[in-house]
């Protein structure tokens, strides 16, 4: 039995976003558990699918000894505040100095945090931990498929394993991997060699789905490499809306000697090169998508889904722009259905004026996007609910939700979900918790990039994603990189 702190921070930063991420943002809960320590981060991640709970099903198997440290996450946006990322990280750091002597640590990071004052959060974090620890202390920690990983993570952490799937149903499992790992070096595997390589370009969000090609034979390539002296391989592509110097694809794994580590690596970012020019997905304008939408309804299909994807909360999106909305309004789409537009205001007239009520508001448009204001309208309220609820998909099964007051709303004929807090719209629990069941919608507007397909790809008949405004700008090469590394490619349509 071995004594093994656990602890985890995780944000997606969005350094073209325009709200920041700060102390509070960590602190409350939304779609995640919220700031936890000690015992009652074992109580707030008990049940819901995060990698930490996947580590910890592991480590419990082998009848460790877990001291819980801290475990926090916020709703990606721009840039982690100085003041968050230091006070978190001071509060992460003292907890692992005061759970010394360890003979392990796992944490549950993100690999895509910016902040106001340096561009590689978890680079920083783990070399700070590094610094209490030693290096001989062995530390393993899981990544999100999105990260950007940097060499200072690879030279600060003994494991790294990135989750295999976009929707991420398999965060547990990418949890339990990593602290596999992390057991056999703490029985007396040596430390592995680790190989690391970046690509030559970046991968849009929606480029990266792994249900669909290229991603699909990229991550079936992944369990094939780790054979023979390879214990661990991972292939993470990137977050492209994070400009900094490392932003991009990578490739990294963990093998008995370097020149198998060098072989899995050069094997998995060779394929990734050799199918660049297959990253592509056409995308709609708002106003285009909307017409399809109604002639494949006109043509017999059933559920068509619409992604506004540029205003993805789960990318560093506000969840309150309108573009679509708009679009499906004037656009005829009656019966259609939002969700969810974020707007605490509006959530709280609803509830005061009650099921029924007519009220006057300027929904949305609140979060200093360049050319974005509210929209004015007078909706009826059909329902209310608290925001309080269990998820149920894939992705989001067993979060308790908290999403403060909801409201749905009808203008126009179309009805729009409300809520307080900015949340993606990846789960059809969303829409239930309203009284709203997906199966028997015609027309579903989802505030989401990719992660929606885990929970409503099985009920549409098509998938259109759309390009309405946003911060989660869909074609990299629209955006203005200061910081990427020269060389680095940025496709485009």
Known sequence: MARIAIGGWQHETNTFATIK??????????????????????????????????????????????????????TPSAHVTEDAYERIAAMLIEAVRDALPLDGLYLDLHGAMVCEHLEDGEGELLRRIRTVVGRDLPIAASLDLHANITPEMVQHADVLDVFRTYPHVDMGETGARAAMLLERIIAGDPKPHAAFRQTGFL????????????????????????????????????????????VGPAAVAYARTPEAAARAVDDIAGLVESLEERFEEK?????????????????????????????????????????????????????????????????????????????????GGRSGLPGQSPYHCRPRVLALADGNFTATGPMYHGARMVLGRCALLETGSVRVIVSSKPVQAADQSMFRHLGIEPARESIIALKSSVHFRNDFADLADAILVVEAPGAVHADPAKLHYQNKREGVRVLGR
């Open 283 to 363: 995308v709609w304008t708002a106003a285009d998508g909307v017409a399809q939408a109604l002639k494949l309804r006109r043509d017999g299909a059933g559920t068509v889904v619409l992604a506004d994807t540029q205003d993805n909360p789960g990318g560093g999106g506000a969840g309150d722009t309108t573009g679509l909305l708009e679009a499906l309004v004037a656009g005829g789409a009656a019966g259609a259905v939002l969700g969810l537009l974020s707007d605490p205001d509006a959530a709280a007239a609803a509830t005061d004026a009650g099921v029924g009520a007519e009220i006057e508001v300027a929904l």
């Open 203 to 246: 991968i849009a969000l929606n480029w990266g789905c792994t249900d669909n090609e290229p991603c699909r034979s990229i991550y079936r390539r992944i369990p094939e490499v780790i054979a023979g002296d390879v214990l661990s391989a991972s292939f993470a592509s990137g977050f492209h809306l994070s400009d900094i110097h490392h």
């Open 21 to 74: 991420a700060d102390y509070a943002a960590f602190h409350r809960a939304d779609e995640w558990p919220p700031l936890a320590t000690g015992m009652d981060l074992l109580r707030q991640v008990d049940g819901v699918h995060l990698p930490i709970t996947g580590a910890l099903a592991q480590l419990n198997r082998g009848n460790h000894e877990i001291v819980p440290l801290l475990w926090c996450s916020a």
